[in-house]
C-alpha cells in the first residue's frame, strides 16, 4: 500500500495495524518513496552499537611502542607559572 505522506498524522494507528499483519506500507512524497513500515524480527531492532559483529576485537597493548610522551609532559605550562 502507498500513501501520501499528507495523509500520515490522519490514520497512523490504522496503517501500524496494518504493518503488524505483514502487510509492507510506503509512504510517498510527490510520487516519491520516502519510507516504509514493515514487521521486523525483534532480532533486528537490536541496537547496532551494542552488537559489533562486525568490529575487530580491541587488543590490550596493540599501540605500545607508538606512543611518545614528553619526559616533562606533566610540569606546568609557562603561561600558568604566575598562577601557581
Excluded: H
Amino acid at each position: 500500500m502507498q500513501i501520501e505522506i499528507n495523509q500520515l498524522p490522519m490514520q497512523a494507528q490504522r496503517w501500524f495495524d496494518m504493518a503488524q499483519a505483514g502487510e509492507p506500507i510506503r509512504f510517498v512524497n510527490s510520487g516519491r518513496i520516502v519510507a516504509r513500515l514493515a514487521l521486523t524480527d525483534i532480532a533486528e531492532t537490536t541496537d547496532k552499537t551494542t552488537t559489533k559483529k562486525n568490529q575487530k576485537k580491541r587488543q590490550v597493548g596493540s599501540l605500545a611502542g607508538q606512543i611518545v610522551l614528553a619526559d616533562d609532559f606533566d610540569e606546568p605550562l609557562e603561561c600558568f607559572k604566575e598562577y601557581m
